[in-house]
């Protein structure tokens, strides 16, 4: 079974910019989080989704938001793109609410 | 507030060698799960290990076993026969069974196993 799939893997913009950022779960899984990874400020949750309804979301600006499509598929969108928003991008999935998440290769987010 | 603790910014073991990595975890809900995951420089984390709040018995996966201590809220893990492939960093985190899956996860410890 393949597993949790994020693309792109490394993307470079410059500030004021826009991304969306793509995760495709493992098949059959329907919970999907985010999570970002900074060097400074470790490994924070950003938001998940269960059957395309977001149930929870941390703290981050509204700059920040996300969706689930009906085939479990999550974007995460980032708008007016600020130099701190380089991280490296997690994505993980879970057959169900409470189960093990399995995470993606993450998408890396250089902003210059 | 919920929190997870991880001392040792960075550990270094000889392969073989067996190596704990310390993980404390600080929260009053009685139902929680602990996670251990491995990340390599390639930066996907990979899943290694689970225990439950309510599992009597400490968790084992192949070479990994996680040394559960309720009372003193803490989880620890225990790579044996460390090998040089087991190099990456490992956090620890922590879910609370309240209708989310949200993972709170510690700072990390990097462990490096030299031949």
């Known amino acids: 079974k393949a597993g949790v799939t994020q693309t792109p893997r490394y993307l470079i913009k410059t500030r004021g910019q826009q991304v969306t950022l793509s995760c495709s779960p493992i098949?059959?899984?329907?919970?999907v989080s985010w999570y970002q990874q900074t060097p400074g400020q470790g490994l924070q949750f950003l938001f998940e989704?269960?059957?395309?309804?977001?149930?929870n979301k941390g703290n981050f600006p509204g700059r920040f938001s996300g969706r689930q499509f009906s085939n479990s598929r999550s974007e995460m969108n980032v708008s007016t793109l600020e130099l701190g928003d380089s991280a490296l991008y997690l994505c993980?999935?879970?057959?169900?609410?409470?189960?093990?998440?399995?995470f993606g290769p993450g998408t890396r987010l250089l902003v210059l | 507030a919920q929190k997870i603790t991880q001392t040792q910014p960075g550990m270094f073991v000889q392969e073989k060698e067996a190596v704990t990595l310390d993980c404390t975890y600080d929260?009053?809900?009685?139902?929680?799960?602990l996670f251990w995951y491995k990340q390599p420089s390639s930066g996907e984390m990979i899943f290694l290990i689970y225990?439950?709040?309510?599992?009597?018995q400490n968790a084992t996966e192949g070479r990994y076993s996680l040394n559960f201590q309720k009372a003193r809220k803490s989880a620890n893990l225990v790579i044996s026969a460390s090998q040089l492939g087991d190099s990456a960093m490992y956090f620890c985190?922590?879910?609370?069974?309240?209708?989310?899956?949200?993972?709170?996860f510690g700072t990390g410890t990097r462990l490096q196993v030299f031949p």
């Open positions: 098949s059959g899984h329907r919970s």
């Open positions: 993980a999935s879970s057959l169900a609410s409470g189960a093990t998440q399995y």
């Open positions: 225990q439950g709040s309510y599992d009597q």
């Open positions: 989704y269960f059957s395309e309804t977001q149930r």
């Open positions: 985190a922590m879910r609370l069974y309240v209708n989310t899956d949200k993972l709170i």
């Open positions: 929260t009053s809900d009685p139902s929680y799960g």
